[in-house]
């Protein structure tokens, strides 16, 4: 139980995790019964809230941290990563 | 939340004169009333708020829900209205709102605005970000979301029964009249500003009338007054200071007090009536809003009252007000002033009198116009003044009339309604005036005066129709001046004309009420103002220290001169030299020197 998953991506769409974005993010992370955690540039948000998301400036190009801890905590955060990886299904 | 903030001193128009000091009292820009309120009842209070407020994030969830599902939504739109939900039920919003309340015991609507401001402050310091500004719309829908819920819909009137039980100022981008119509009847409020130009505008004359300190124009209050615990608002210079240093609240509170002083004495003899030292009289009424200040205007020396406006007391009414709810309010009126004369006005809907059952856009649709295309809403009124006019002496004023024809049509329905009320007798105490506002009625007034008992000039609307000024555009703020002469000019010639007939002529616009041209009237044969009841006092004092002859001089002088500034310069000049004790300027150095 006492496991931590991390993972750093590249933002690839276009817009960045804007609004749309963060709402698909958060339901992904939603599936998962893990605590996940968002990092960029020394700030840490709670990654099941899309307000705590849109928080964090995340523009195309940037990268960020995933943190999850708590069960399948390697598999959440592996998928996450793909979402973001794959520019959120947005046409580029 | 908020760091302590510094000490701000905004500078806008004077409205009302004096000095108020309290706490802020927040009106936001877009929703009528957000105040800020401490939640009284210790944490069983704070814990209800809460569920009030849960409650408001599941009824917008739910409402976002329903447009979801029932609408057939583009992918796209779906997906943002999604990301909407989600963000009104997010944790890290409803905890931080939940937190705000139970921690710091304010209302919900208060800790929304501040969760939302803090957010959008930590946003804008997120870092260079195209997308910002999307972002910060998104925040925006659902805090307005928020909002509208809490507030319980449309609206702020929910709100005025939440008022402090302090003093307070009330700080807004700009009221309606029905909110400030409200809000005048609080114990607690100690004076208004706002950022919307004040001018001669409605707003401006019921503010006067209420006499609270006000202060608009404002620019950047909000923006100020978010954090900020007090507020002065300074009349006499027409000034804001917001979140003030302790030294500064006292040097106010010694202002006040001199200030009020001031006014008090004015107060002393405001009962005898206003003579000049030679011995010409000036008759001096009251401009009202409710039944409610009849005692005000007596309070401040009014022989009449000169001006009843109605439309203003149905602002807050749902409906169309009916036949009984004119007479009772009509019959309180009189029966409250009598033996005082009362002129009631008809409605005159329109300008920017705004309200929830009559609104009209359009620029020569108001007064009497209104009224006889809209009968289900005249009539009522004038069945309600026939039935009252047993109980005083009634006068009616019919707004906005540009043909002998519009004051014809308006006896037969009087006779009409009379006659089926069976009230015909009441007839004989009822007397029918003409307001002059248009120009029309100033080159007709000769065919006017022969129909009607009395003029009523309304200065501020025959100035706008005049110069062809919007009142509320301040770029046009310089053409619209009661110096200009063809508006001196108009109400000499009127005062001829009512000699003439021998008809009653009564000024009653903002002009009536303005020290610096009392003398100036007397010299034109006026004998009869009509004003807010707090301008009384003042112009009393001047027409019992004036002399009829330094007027007719003035007189002498204003026909003579063909510009406006310098017909400006003259009277105040000549004013302010007559009257060292009562204009502004002087005593307004005085109070610097021995206050504030």
């Given at each position: 139980?006492?496991?931590?998953?991390?993972k750093?991506?590249?933002?690839?769409?276009?817009?960045?995790?804007?609004?749309?974005?963060?709402?698909m993010?958060?339901?992904?992370?939603?599936?998962?019964?893990?605590?996940?955690?968002?990092?960029?540039?020394?700030?840490?948000?709670?990654?099941k809230?899309?307000?705590?998301?849109?928080?964090?400036?995340?523009?195309?190009?940037?990268?960020?941290?995933?943190?999850?801890?708590?069960?399948?905590?390697?598999?959440?955060?592996?998928?996450?990563?793909?979402?973001?990886?794959?520019?959120?299904?947005?046409?580029? | 939340?908020?760091?302590?903030?510094?000490?701000?001193?905004?500078?806008?128009?004077?409205?009302?004169?004096?000095?108020?000091?309290?706490?802020?009292?927040?009106i936001?820009?877009?929703?009528?009333?957000?105040?800020?309120?401490?939640?009284?009842?210790?944490?069983?209070?704070?814990?209800?708020e809460?569920?009030?407020?849960?409650?408001?994030?599941?009824?917008?969830?739910?409402?976002?829900?329903?447009?979801?599902?029932?609408?057939?939504?583009?992918?796209?739109?779906?997906?943002?209205?999604?990301?909407?939900r989600?963000?009104l039920?997010?944790?890290t919003l409803?905890?931080?709102?939940?937190?705000?309340?139970?921690?710091?015991?304010?209302?919900?609507?208060?800790?929304?605005?501040?969760?939302?401001?803090?957010?959008?402050?930590?946003?804008?310091?997120?870092?260079?970000?195209?997308y910002?500004?999307?972002?910060?719309?998104?925040?925006?829908v659902?805090?307005?979301?928020?909002l509208?819920?809490?507030?319980?819909?449309?609206?702020?009137?929910?709100?005025?029964?939440?008022?402090p039980?302090?003093?307070?100022?009330?700080?807004?981008?700009?009221?309606t009249l029905?909110?400030?119509?409200?809000?005048?009847?609080?114990?607690?409020?100690?004076?208004?500003?706002?950022?919307?130009?004040?001018?001669?505008?409605?707003?401006?004359?019921?503010?006067?009338?209420?006499?609270?300190?006000?202060v608009?124009?404002?620019?950047?209050l909000?923006?100020?007054?978010?954090?900020c615990?007090?507020?002065?608002?300074?009349?006499?210079?027409?000034?804001?200071?917001?979140?003030?240093?302790?030294?500064?609240?006292?040097?106010?509170?010694?202002?006040k007090?001199?200030?009020?002083?001031?006014?008090?004495r004015?107060?002393?003899?405001?009962?005898?009536?206003?003579?000049?030292?030679d011995?010409?009289?000036?008759?001096?009424?009251?401009?009202?809003?409710?039944?409610?200040?009849?005692?005000?205007?007596?309070?401040?020396?009014?022989?009449?009252?000169?001006?009843?406006?109605?439309?203003?007391?149905?602002?807050?009414?749902?409906?169309?007000?009916?036949?009984?709810?004119?007479?009772?309010?009509?019959?309180?009126?009189?029966h409250?002033?009598?033996?005082?004369?009362?002129?009631i006005?008809?409605?005159?809907f329109?300008?920017?009198?705004?309200?929830?059952?009559?609104?009209?856009?359009?620029?020569?649709?108001?007064?009497?116009?209104?009224?006889?295309l809209?009968?289900?809403?005249?009539?009522?009124?004038?069945?309600?003044?026939?039935?009252?006019?047993?109980?005083g002496?009634?006068?009616i004023?019919?707004?906005?009339?540009?043909a002998?024809?519009?004051?014809?049509?308006?006896?037969?329905?009087?006779?009409?309604?009379?006659?089926?009320?069976?009230?015909?007798?009441?007839?004989k105490?009822?007397?029918?005036?003409?307001m002059?506002?248009?120009?029309?009625?100033?080159?007709?007034?000769?065919?006017?005066?022969?129909?009607?008992?009395?003029?009523?000039?309304?200065?501020?609307?025959?100035?706008?129709?005049?110069?062809?000024?919007?009142?509320?555009?301040?770029?046009?703020?310089?053409y619209?001046?009661?110096?200009?002469?063809?508006?001196?000019?108009?109400?000499?010639?009127?005062?001829?004309?009512?000699?003439?007939?021998?008809i009653?002529?009564?000024?009653?616009?903002?002009?009536?009420?303005?020290?610096?041209?009392?003398?100036?009237?007397?010299?034109?044969?006026?004998n009869?103002?009509?004003?807010?009841?707090?301008?009384?006092?003042?112009?009393?004092?001047?027409?019992?220290?004036?002399?009829?002859?330094?007027?007719?001089?003035?007189?002498?002088?204003?026909?003579?001169t063909?510009?406006?500034m310098?017909?400006?310069?003259?009277?105040?000049?000549?004013?302010?030299?007559?009257?060292?004790?009562?204009?502004?300027?002087?005593?307004?150095?005085?109070?610097?020197?021995?206050?504030?």
């Amino acid at each position: 139980m006492n496991t931590m998953a991390e993972k750093t991506v590249t933002i690839r769409n276009k817009l960045g995790l804007h609004a749309r974005a963060a709402s698909m993010f958060v339901k992904e992370a939603e599936r998962y019964a893990c605590e996940v955690e968002m990092e960029k540039a020394g700030v840490r948000v709670n990654a099941k809230s899309i307000m705590g998301i849109l928080m964090l400036a995340a523009p195309f190009g940037s990268t960020l941290k995933i943190i999850a801890k708590g069960p399948n905590d390697e598999e959440c955060v592996t998928a996450l990563a793909r979402l973001v990886e794959v520019g959120f299904e947005e046409e580029a | 939340m908020s760091a302590e903030r510094n000490m701000t001193r905004l500078s806008g128009e004077k409205i009302v004169e004096g000095i108020g000091l309290g706490k802020v009292f927040f009106i936001d820009k877009d929703f009528s009333l957000i105040p800020h309120l401490t939640l009284r009842g210790g944490q069983k209070a704070r814990e209800k708020e809460k569920r009030r407020f849960m409650n408001a994030v599941k009824k917008c969830e739910k409402e976002l829900t329903a447009i979801m599902d029932e609408r057939e939504l583009p992918k796209e739109a779906l997906s943002i209205l999604e990301a909407h939900r989600m963000m009104l039920v997010d944790p890290t919003l409803t905890g931080e709102v939940g937190d705000t309340i139970l921690e710091r015991g304010v209302n919900a609507e208060w800790a929304v605005l501040s969760v939302f401001e803090e957010m959008a402050e930590r946003l804008a310091g997120s870092g260079a970000d195209y997308y910002l500004k999307a972002k910060a719309a998104d925040l925006e829908v659902i805090k307005d979301k928020l909002l509208i819920s809490l507030l319980g819909g449309a609206g702020h009137a929910s709100y005025i029964k939440n008022l402090p039980e302090e003093d307070f100022i009330l700080c807004a981008h700009s009221l309606t009249l029905s909110d400030l119509s409200s809000l005048a009847k609080n114990k607690h409020i100690r004076g208004i500003a706002l950022e919307a130009p004040g001018g001669v505008s409605h707003l401006t004359i019921v503010l006067r009338s209420i006499g609270l300190p006000a202060v608009l124009g404002l620019d950047g209050l909000l923006t100020e007054v978010a954090g900020c615990e007090e507020i002065v608002v300074d009349g006499l210079s027409g000034e804001a200071v917001v979140c003030p240093t302790m030294p500064q609240k006292i040097a106010y509170i010694q202002k006040k007090k001199v200030y009020d002083e001031y006014f008090d004495r004015f107060l002393t003899d405001v009962g005898d009536p206003a003579v000049s030292q030679d011995g010409a009289e000036m008759h001096i009424g009251a401009n009202i809003e409710g039944e409610e200040e009849v005692d005000l205007a007596k309070r401040y020396g009014a022989e009449f009252i000169g001006l009843f406006r109605t439309e203003l007391m149905f602002l807050e009414k749902e409906e169309v007000p009916t036949e009984e709810d004119h007479y009772a309010i009509y019959y309180e009126m009189l029966h409250r002033a009598h033996p005082m004369e009362v002129t009631i006005r008809v409605f005159d809907f329109g300008g920017d009198k705004e309200g929830r059952i009559l609104a009209t856009g359009a620029m020569g649709l108001r007064g009497i116009r209104f009224c006889f295309l809209y009968p289900d809403v005249f009539l009522p009124q004038v069945r309600g003044l026939i039935r009252a006019a047993a109980f005083g002496n009634l006068n009616i004023l019919l707004p906005f009339v540009s043909a002998v024809d519009e004051i014809r049509e308006f006896k037969a329905i009087l006779k009409e309604q009379a006659k089926d009320l069976k009230l015909e007798k009441n007839l004989k105490h009822i007397k029918i005036g003409a307001m002059i506002e248009l120009p029309a009625a100033l080159f007709i007034a000769e065919m006017l005066a022969r129909e009607v008992d009395f003029f009523s000039i309304g200065t501020n609307d025959l100035v706008q129709y005049l110069m062809a000024v919007e009142r509320q555009d301040k770029a046009l703020s310089q053409y619209f001046s009661h110096f200009h002469p063809a508006v001196l000019r108009a109400l000499y010639n009127l005062s001829h004309i009512a000699k003439k007939y021998k008809i009653g002529l009564s000024v009653c616009g903002e002009m009536g009420g303005d020290p610096y041209f009392t003398l100036l009237f007397m010299g034109m044969g006026i004998n009869s103002l009509s004003m807010s009841p707090i301008a009384i006092p003042i112009v009393k004092k001047i027409v019992r220290s004036g002399y009829l002859e330094e007027g007719k001089a003035l007189l002498n002088r204003m026909l003579m001169t063909t510009s406006e500034m310098e017909l400006r310069e003259i009277l105040e000049r000549e004013m302010e030299e007559r009257y060292p004790n009562i204009f502004r300027k002087a005593w307004i150095d005085n109070i610097r020197q021995n206050g504030g």
